[in-house]
């Protein structure tokens, strides 16, 4: 079982350039968001979708795009990497509602921006 | 101001010790609680969803206080392998995650 694939696993980007971060889940699930994380920040939500053509800004969403044209894929595109964008990116993917509702993680892409 | 606050620790405990970790959440909108295990440089994981009426999976407990908004994680026995950071999440509008930064918990010989 695939559950959430991340690629790539590490990455190193000079300031200025672009790249897209890969999710992919193969268990059907509605809801899909991405998080970065940061030492002694914590999971901070980036964009989020509840469906197919559905995104919404999370709480830190500049600098990012998403899109979501396919239930299981939702990449995530950075426009113009700065150094305040290194730090280590989890994809998500889940269920909609409830207390039964369990997240599944990719295994997280590290970006460093220099 | 976060709304799932959490102290982050580091709480170091002797194997076989009982340890207790608290989280308050100032949304009150937020629907449900979950307790996530995250092992060094690894993706978290869900340990257990907490509910009003207390739940209990093994040597964990879980308990969730609306009127306080107060959330708790109880670890009895605790072994070695219980070392991760522990995080506190609350869930709103049905899919939106919020996430506690996190407290550490390393379980020593």
């Known amino acids: 079982n695939a559950g959430v694939t991340q690629t790539p696993k590490f990455q190193v980007l000079k300031t200025g350039q672009s790249m897209t971060l890969q999710c992919a889940q193969d268990?059907?699930?509605?809801?899909m968001s991405w998080y970065r994380q940061d030492p002694g920040m914590g999971l901070r939500l980036i964009h989020y979708?509840?469906?197919?053509?559905?995104?919404d800004q999370g709480e830190v969403p500049n600098g990012y795009n998403v899109s979501r044209s396919t239930t299981e894929d939702f990449p995530l595109r950075l426009l113009s990497a700065a150094p305040s964008q290194t730090s280590v990116y989890f994809c998500?993917?889940?269920?909609?509602?409830?207390?039964?509702?369990?997240?599944?993680f990719g295994q997280g892409t590290r970006l460093t921006v220099v | 101001r976060k709304e799932v606050e959490q102290d982050p620790g580091p709480f170091n405990v002797p194997e076989g010790a009982t340890v207790a970790f608290n989280c308050t959440y100032s949304?009150?909108?937020?629907?449900?609680f979950f307790w996530y295990r995250q092992d060094c440089r690894k993706e978290p994981k869900l340990l257990m969803s907490?509910?009003?009426s207390g739940n209990e999976d093994g040597r964990f407990t879980a308990q969730l206080n609306r009127a306080s908004q107060y959330i708790s994680l109880l670890i009895r026995d605790s072994k070695l392998s219980d070392s991760a950071t522990y995080l506190c999440?609350?869930?709103?509008?049905?899919?939106?995650?919020?996430f506690g930064k996190g407290t550490s918990l390393l379980v020593t010989p």
């Open positions: 998500a993917s889940s269920r909609a509602g409830g207390e039964n509702t369990e997240a599944f």
């Open positions: 268990m059907n699930h509605e809801y």
């Open positions: 979708s509840v469906g197919a053509g559905i995104t």
């Open positions: 949304n009150s909108a937020s629907q449900s």
């Open positions: 907490v509910y009003s």
């Open positions: 999440v609350g869930l709103r509008s049905g899919y939106a995650l919020n």
